[in-house]
């Protein structure tokens, strides 16, 4: 297999990437395209914590000091759009450039050249979507769940601009799942069946499905929104005979897939470097794949949970409730087959294990407060306060974002032909995995204390929280610092990678040879 | 690497026994800032209960499952020469985990529902009060009675916000006119909003229930003990949605019954202050007094707004303009944006002195106004 896999044909050996600007502006190589991913997720990872960091620092003790209140929204909603559509997501397609075609023996993604489009749209989006700080009216302040009439009639003009980014964010999402969907369809290596695909490309896969089916949803809600602001529609405004809570429906129908399209490929990546660094495979393969399918599926029919307190008929409110606690079965199956990979393996500690192992303590966490919150009765007092917030920060932050810096630290040494400084690594780890908990953990507290999200102040007795949470902050934003210092010593003057980088590593990307050539798997390798 | 891998080890293990410790700490001294409220109802009450128990449940679940886990990153390492096993599944342990949380919820589902039903009874209350959300303050209408008014962040709170907060008696929980209900009764609320979506929470009630405008949603309470209960508002409502606090006051039936005596006849004596004639002082007076009351929230204490959203009164050209636009413009105030009609909101006098106050304020110095019997005229 190894021999096949390495063979490089003749007339490909000298045909490297483009010289100058045009290698990117033109690129239709995944790994470049994938490199555009990764990085422009890192700037917006960057960006996006930017406006955090004023989060914190306004709320790091009582009254207003640094922003006012219009700013404040303005911070937290940037926040959201920005990490959601310019920093995970990116990144998780970034990682699909790069690693599906190297990980199921294909010479790259189907479609190179809508791969290089959907990659070109997402600047642009962001660009749209950042531009509105720079206009009359300034950037978006009602949240990144916009909810009508707040984003309709009570919005400044730069709504319009927000809902122009929306669509070509989701435009660019399509592209990029149908890319991804062709490729695993068509182009995997013989002998390679599904039920032989690494996790994470199942994971991907499944994702794929997940954004053709919303990103429409969404481009619809928004669509609805430009006509009812300029065009006299009232789809949300109840004085036009519109409905304000459809608004809410339609939204969480994208929503609820939406928190899985960015989490099911950390379940991907962590179900890879597990089994690595345990040196044993990984357990309940299929049981993974079959709970993987039955959260996607599940996704779609609990949206009316984000809706409990909206006034939803008791028979409605009774059946999201019940709904939304079946999904807590395929994800405790996921975290127990992963407790049980790690059970009597041989297991070392580098970075992306610790990352890994990290995800599934903390995404553990955020799992058990969501099931606390599909309770009806009880979600009418957690409910738009902290606890929520604390909630799905464990599962994005140590969650998804743990797997990409997991994920990163696991495969960079392919991506790039030389090995990251272990040591480094390990400080930015615990620096991360302890400040992120002192950043989320106290937001429990406040949050069942009764402290509402998205409000730039806060009576006293939630002062000491909460100047421990932006202090968590702090720390948590600086040491992400390091991951990109680590990151450019590995590319510029990192040690070179052995031929075995990971004692345990089993899959096609660890086969081919170091550094990786600009065309791999020009022949496919055969799979047995 | 086995003297660092035993010091790593170490390190994880106490990181991941932080987590459940916290939450049992948390759990030990459930004082009101840690913990959920008990509340002051049953249905808060049941909520707690509901809510203790299914963090129990999570308590287990993850001290069981971080308890393999801490234990194998132990015992399973190379550096202490654990060979890896190969095994990879096993259907029977497969089904026992799926079954058993399964169950669990089942057991979980039943008080839930149980609960729910119960919240959603409106049925055979004794009174009925609307509750409307504005940006940014609540509007309290007594169904049953000729009673209605707003409750607006009080100025002890507003005052201190872009100074030093600290020190003043509930700071953000306190408002200009508390809601007041009796205790024992069964309370219905019907809530809705007239501009954006908002949401009326108490903990201590044990519930929250958005306020949409088109729609009215209902929920009650019945509240034993009298005392004051603070929330906020809990759906972003726009630039001030951190300041329009709920405070409701449970009063005994006979000083509640006193409470809305007293209320109907100054509201009585209110308009009737409207009949005579007002002085320029009296006007000024009463119309800062509105100001920054009603007006201050989206046109600042400076009078300079927050362009574009909020127009500056100072200079703005309807505010020192002719008159009657003026007056028309806080009556009626303009629709599809945050500027309300007040018509509905302001008596006679509030409307014309709030009015005279803005003209003669922040430098505008028009040095005319507008009188009680004017704004009865254009009403
Ligand atoms: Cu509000």
């Given at each position: 297999m190894s021999t096949t896999a390495t063979a490089v044909e003749g007339e490909h050996h000298h045909h490297g990437p483009a010289k100058g600007i045009g290698r990117w502006l033109f690129a239709t190589n995944h790994k470049d395209i994938g490199t555009m991913y990764l990085w422009?997720?890192?700037?917006?990872?960057?960006?996006?914590?930017?406006?955090?960091?004023?989060?914190?620092?306004?709320?790091?003790?009582?009254g207003l000091?640094?922003?006012?209140?219009?700013?404040?929204?303005?911070?937290?909603?940037?926040h959201g759009l920005v990490m959601v559509f310019g920093a995970i997501m990116p990144a998780w397609v970034g990682f699909a450039n790069w690693q599906i075609p190297l990980m199921i023996g294909a010479p790259d993604m189907a479609m190179p050249r809508m791969n290089l489009l959907s990659y070109w749209l997402l600047p642009v989006a962001l660009l749209v979507l950042v531009s509105t700080f720079f206009m009359e009216g300034n950037a978006p302040a009602f949240g990144w769940t916009f909810y009508a009439p707040l984003s309709t009639t009570f919005a400044p003009d730069t709504a319009d601009f927000f809902i122009f980014g929306v669509h070509l964010l989701g435009i660019s999402s399509i592209m990029g799942a149908i890319n991804v969907i062709a490729t695993i369809v068509n182009l995997r290596a013989p002998g390679m069946t599904l039920m032989k695909m690494p996790m994470f490309v199942w994971t991907w896969l499944i994702t794929a499905f997940l954004l053709i089916a919303v990103m429409p949803v969404l481009a619809g809600v928004v669509t609805m929104m430009l006509t009812d602001r300029n065009f006299g529609t009232a789809f949300f405004d109840a004085s036009g005979g519109g409905d304000p809570l459809m608004f809410q429906h339609i939204f969480w129908f994208f929503g609820h897939p939406e928190v899985y399209i960015m989490i099911l490929p950390s379940f991907g990546v962590v179900s890879q470097i597990l089994p690595t660094f345990a040196r044993k495979p990984?357990?309940?393969?299929?049981?993974?794949?079959?709970?993987?399918?039955?959260?996607?599926?599940?996704?779609?029919?609990?949206?009316?949970?984000?809706?409990?307190?909206?006034?939803?008929?008791?028979?409605?409110?009774?059946?999201?409730?019940?709904?939304?606690?079946?999904?807590?079965v395929p994800t405790g199956v996921k975290i127990f087959n992963w407790a049980a990979t790690m059970w009597r393996g041989s297991m070392t500690f580098e970075a992306p294990m610790l990352f890994s192992i990290a995800f599934v303590f903390l995404f553990t966490i955020g799992g058990l407060t969501g099931l606390m919150m599909a309770m009806g009765p009880a979600d009418m007092q957690y409910h738009s306060t902290y606890f929520i917030v604390a909630h799905f920060h464990y599962t994005l932050v140590p969650g998804a974002v743990f797997a990409l810096m997991a994920g990163t630290y696991y495969w960079l040494p392919i991506w790039c032909g030389r090995m990251y400084d272990e040591k480094l690594a390990k400080i930015h780890f615990w620096l991360s995995a302890i400040s992120v908990n002192v950043l989320f953990f106290p937001q429990h507290f406040v949050g069942l204390a009764g402290m509402p999200r998205r409000v730039p102040d806060y009576p006293l007795q939630f002062a000491d929280f909460n100047m421990i949470i932006s202090i968590g902050g702090f720390v948590y934003g600086l040491s992400q610092l390091m991951f990109v210092y680590i990151v450019v010593k590995a590319i510029r003057s990192g040690k070179p990678t052995p031929d075995q980088v990971w004692e345990g590593a089993k899959g096609l990307e660890w086969e081919l040879p170091n550094p990786l050539p600009f065309h791999t798997h020009t022949t496919p390798p055969r799979v047995d | 690497m086995s003297a660092n891998g035993n010091r790593m080890a170490r390190r994880l293990a106490w990181l991941g026994a932080l987590v459940p410790a916290l939450f049992v700490s948390q759990v030990a001294n459930a004082a009101w800032d840690l913990n959920l409220t008990q509340g002051v109802t049953e249905t808060s009450q049941t909520v707690f209960d509901i809510h203790m128990t299914l963090l129990w449940i999570c308590v287990v679940i993850g001290v069981g499952v971080f308890g393999v886990m801490i234990y194998s990153i132990f015992t399973h390492r190379k550096s202490k020469g654990a060979v890896a096993a190969q095994f990879h599944e096993s259907t029977t342990i497969e089904i026992i985990w799926t079954v058993i949380p399964t169950l669990l919820l089942v057991v979980m589902a039943i008080p839930s529902t149980v609960a729910l039903i119960d919240l959603e009874d409106n049925s055979a209350s004794d009174m009925s009060i609307q509750v409307v959300g504005y940006q940014w303050k609540w509007q309290y209408k007594y169904l049953d009675e000729e009673l209605d008014f707003f409750s607006n962040l009080a100025a002890s709170s507003r005052d201190q916000i872009n100074s030093d907060p600290t020190g003043v008696d509930n700071y953000l929980l306190e408002v200009d006119n508390r809601l007041v209900i009796p205790a024992g009764k069964k309370v219905r609320f019907l809530i809705t909003a007239n501009d954006v979506i908002h949401s009326w929470w108490v903990p201590d009630f044990g519930w929250k229930q958005d306020a949409i405008p088109g729609f009215i949603n209902?929920?009650?309470?019945?509240?034993?003990?009298?005392?004051?209960?603070?929330?906020?508002?809990?759906?972003?409502?726009?630039?001030?949605?951190?300041?329009?606090?709920?405070?409701v006051e449970v009063k005994p039936q006979a000083e509640y019954d006193a409470w809305v005596a007293e209320q109907k006849s100054a509201l009585k004596a209110a308009a009737a202050s409207g009949d005579r004639e007002w002085a320029m002082a009296e006007l000024m007076e009463k119309g800062e007094e509105v100001y920054m009351r009603v007006c201050v929230a989206c046109h600042q204490a400076n009078g300079q707004g927050i362009p574009p959203a909020f127009p500056a009164i100072a200079g703005g050209a309807i505010s020192t303009g002719p008159i009657k636009g003026h007056l028309d413009q806080a009556m009626n105030g303009v629709p599809g944006t945050a500027m309300q009609a007040f018509a509905a909101q302001l008596n006679d006098v509030e409307l014309a002195a709030v009015v005279t106050y803005q003209r003669n304020a922040f430098g505008n110095e028009m040095g005319d106004m507008v009188q009680p019997a004017d704004v009865k005229a254009a009403r």
């Open positions: 422009t997720a890192l700037a917006m990872f960057f960006l996006g914590g930017a406006f955090a960091m004023v989060i914190r620092m306004e709320l790091f003790q009582p000091q640094l922003v006012n209140p219009d700013w404040f929204n303005r911070m937290f909603t940037m990984l357990f309940g393969y299929a049981s993974m794949v079959y709970a993987t399918g039955a959260i996607a599926f599940l996704s779609f029919i609990v949206w009316g949970h984000h809706m409990f307190a909206t006034g939803l008929p008791l028979a409605g409110e009774l059946y999201f409730m019940y709904a939304t606690m079946l999904i807590a | 209902e929920a009650w309470t019945r509240v034993e003990e009298p005392g004051i209960y603070r929330g906020q508002c809990t759906e972003l409502c726009g630039i001030d949605h951190g300041f329009m606090p709920i405070v």
